[in-house]
Structures are given as structure tokens and as C-alpha cells.
């Protein structure tokens, strides 16, 4: 007997041979799919966190959590990169859906609603100096670069333009090192 309901599975593993690195991520699975996972994970030895992912990736399972980030790396060094996603894109509705905590205090946030960069009130990418000081900032609608004026602005506005644009974050590649 199958269903169509949606269930969560979420994962946490330690990559690199040091264990320097350590992921988490939160999954939509069919309710099979999660009883195949309970089995999978009783196999002697189990698979590792890191096979589990590639495995549910394989199954169709899409990166998507609602009441937190869907996928969270944090390195050794206290970096921390958090990534929100709905449906398996990266999405959160009026707060950052991509969120990198540097381990010099630098914090990078990036606004993306159905995986495209975008934000209508304005900069889709901050880059802040700690303690909050805005370093750069670029702007996008519907993931395309939009000109500050072309942004609706908030009602506490700006003064003059914003600052040079900052290059776009990579997305880490689904379970890998």
C-alpha cells in the first residue's frame, strides 16, 4: 500500500576524513520512501549520512523544511552556512533563504523566492561587516539585477545609490564534501 503524503527525514553526518565538516539536511520523502530509509539505516554496517543523502536524491526526495533551514554546514573553523528551501528550491518568505556566518564575524544573506534571487523592498545579497555594518549589496527581481530604482524602497529610505555589487554565493552541490 502506498501514499501520497509527504513526511520529513532529517540527516546529520560528518564529512571530510577529520570529521572537519557537518551537515544537516531535512528532506520531503513519500511515506515509503521514509519506511525504506528506516530499513536502510538498520543494514549492517548502516550507510553513512553522506550515502543515505545520495541515496534519498536518487529517490526523488527534495531539500525542503518548514519551521527551519532545509540544509546547514557548519566547518570546524565556526562558519556556518544555512539554506532554506521549499519544494526542493531554495525559497523563505520576507527573510534571507541563504545565510553564511563567517568566522570573522562576516554575514552574508541572499533573499531568494522560488530559487531565483529576489527581493522587493530591497538588496536581494547583504554582505555585513561585523557588528552589522553593510559592506556591499546588489539587488535582483525575479532573479534578475535589478537597478536600486527599480526595487520598491522601504519605508525608512536611503539616502544615494547603494554600494558596488557583490558577486552572487554558490550553492554547494547536493551531498557533497
Same mark, same amino acid.
Given at each position: 500500500?502506498?501514499?501520497? #503524503?509527504?513526511? %520529513?527525514?532529517?540527516?546529520?553526518?560528518?564529512? =571530510? %576524513?577529520? &570529521?572537519?565538516?557537518?551537515?544537516? @539536511?531535512?528532506?520531503?520523502?513519500?511515506?515509503?520512501?521514509? !519506511?525504506?530509509?528506516?530499513?536502510?539505516?538498520?543494514?549492517? *554496517?548502516?550507510?553513512? &549520512? %553522506?550515502?543515505?543523502?545520495?541515496?534519498?536524491?536518487?529517490? &526523488?526526495?527534495?531539500?525542503?523544511?518548514? /519551521?527551519? $533551514?532545509?540544509?546547514?554546514?557548519?566547518?570546524? /573553523? &565556526?562558519?556556518?552556512?544555512? #539554506?532554506?528551501? !521549499?519544494? =526542493?528550491?531554495?525559497? !523563505?518568505?520576507?527573510? *534571507?533563504?541563504?545565510?553564511?556566518?563567517?568566522? @570573522?564575524?562576516?554575514?552574508?544573506?541572499?533573499?531568494?523566492? @522560488? +530559487?531565483?534571487? %529576489?527581493? +522587493?523592498? =530591497?538588496?536581494?545579497?547583504?554582505?555585513?561587516?561585523?557588528? #552589522?555594518?553593510?559592506?556591499?549589496?546588489?539587488?535582483?527581481?525575479?532573479?534578475?539585477?535589478? /537597478?536600486?530604482?527599480?526595487?520598491?524602497?522601504?519605508?525608512?529610505?536611503? $539616502?544615494?545609490? *547603494?554600494?558596488?555589487?557583490?558577486?552572487?554565493?554558490?550553492?554547494?552541490?547536493?551531498?557533497?564534501?
Amino acid at each position: 500500500m502506498t501514499s501520497n #503524503e509527504n513526511a %520529513h527525514i532529517t540527516l546529520t553526518y560528518e564529512l =571530510g %576524513h577529520d &570529521g572537519h565538516i557537518e551537515k544537516t @539536511d531535512t528532506f520531503a520523502v513519500s511515506q515509503d520512501t521514509l !519506511r525504506e530509509a528506516q530499513i536502510r539505516q538498520q543494514e549492517v *554496517p548502516p550507510p553513512s &549520512g %553522506h550515502e543515505l543523502c545520495q541515496w534519498l536524491i536518487s529517490r &526523488g526526495a527534495q531539500y525542503d523544511s518548514q /519551521d527551519g $533551514p532545509a540544509r546547514v554546514t557548519r566547518w570546524t /573553523d &565556526g562558519t556556518t552556512h544555512e #539554506e532554506y528551501y !521549499r519544494n =526542493g528550491l531554495r525559497h !523563505r518568505e520576507n527573510a *534571507p533563504a541563504d545565510i553564511w556566518l563567517y568566522y @570573522d564575524g562576516k554575514k552574508s544573506e541572499s533573499y531568494y523566492h @522560488d +530559487d531565483k534571487l %529576489h527581493r +522587493d523592498n =530591497g538588496p536581494a545579497v547583504i554582505l555585513r561587516n561585523f557588528p #552589522e555594518r553593510m559592506l556591499e549589496e546588489q539587488y535582483y527581481i525575479n532573479g534578475e539585477p535589478a /537597478d536600486w530604482s527599480r526595487v520598491k524602497k522601504p519605508a525608512s529610505k536611503r $539616502p544615494g545609490q *547603494p554600494p558596488a555589487a557583490l558577486a552572487p554565493q554558490k550553492r554547494l552541490p547536493p551531498c557533497t564534501p
